[in-house]
């Protein structure tokens, strides 16, 4: 199952999956909502290709409920974001892997089969940085950024594409008292004096990660 909010992408990846004989596209989805209500009612589905920006709510959400409906339906994302970034925090969220569209089409099948084989795939580089995280008993230094729990780097991607509290809370579907914590906590992890700084910073990474994923 592909779910991706652009259509050309949804039918490129169709066409490259499509085309092996042990592998077919059986359901497709632009945004969380129509994901799940496509995931009820097609239980052939053996792995879930997910983006994290989505037109509603971000990918990170929708694999909660994703595993809500299936526990046990494995989760490769599939993203055009800075995977230093965003892979652990794919894998956090309960996704089984990681491959940015960058990558070709080769790597996407290998990725495909290597996570319905029960494995993680992550590419050699992010491998490498995780092994030497966890050698290093997590004392190397990392950027601010990474100190933000999974919660708290949704509400700053959305704030960083212009959202307010009130709409973060209905997107997320959490309360505005909770977005205001997790925004509280964002600033002071990251050592931005005010609401304004937080927008500014946000939204400056949000340019910097597009940039970076279009060069």
Same mark, same amino acid.
């Given at each position: 199952?592909?779910?991706? $909010? ?15 004989? *042990? ?22 589905? *053996?792995?879930?290709? =997910? $983006? ?19 526990? #046990? =339906? ?6 055009? @974001? $800075?995977? %230093?970034?965003?892979? +652990?925090? #794919? ?22 089969? !290597? ?26 230094? +990392?950027? =601010? ?6 919660? +708290?780097? !949704? ?11 009130? %709409?973060? #809370? ?11 914590? @997790? ?10 004096? $005010?609401?304004? *700084? ?11 990660? =597009? ?5």
């Amino acid at each position: 199952m592909l779910i991706d $909010d652009h259509a050309m992408m949804r039918h490129g990846i169709t066409l490259l999956v499509n085309k092996e004989p *042990d592998m077919q596209v059986c359901a497709e989805a632009g945004d969380g909502r129509e994901a799940l209500a496509q995931l009820k009612k097609n239980r052939r589905v *053996d792995i879930v290709l =997910l $983006d994290i920006t989505l037109k509603t709510v971000t990918g990170f959400e929708v694999i909660k409920g994703i595993h809500l409906l299936t526990p #046990a =339906l494995p989760v490769l994302f599939v993203s055009m @974001h $800075d995977e %230093e970034v965003y892979a +652990e925090r #794919a894998l956090q969220v309960g996704g089984r892997g990681y491959v940015s569209k960058q990558e070709t089409g080769a790597v996407l099948l290998t990725a495909i089969r !290597e996570v319905l084989k029960g494995n993680i795939y992550l590419s050699k580089k992010m491998h490498v940085k995780l092994l030497r995280k966890i050698t290093a008993g997590y004392s190397e230094p +990392e950027q =601010l950024i990474s100190t933000l729990t999974v919660s +708290e780097f !949704e509400v700053f991607h959305l704030i960083g594409a212009g959202h307010s509290s009130q %709409e973060i #809370a209905r997107l997320l579907n959490r309360s505005v008292n909770t977005i205001e914590t @997790h925004r509280f906590n964002i600033r002071t992890k990251l050592n931005l004096k $005010d609401g304004a *700084d937080l927008i500014r910073y946000a939204s400056q990474w949000n340019l910097a990660e =597009l940039r970076k994923a279009m060069s």
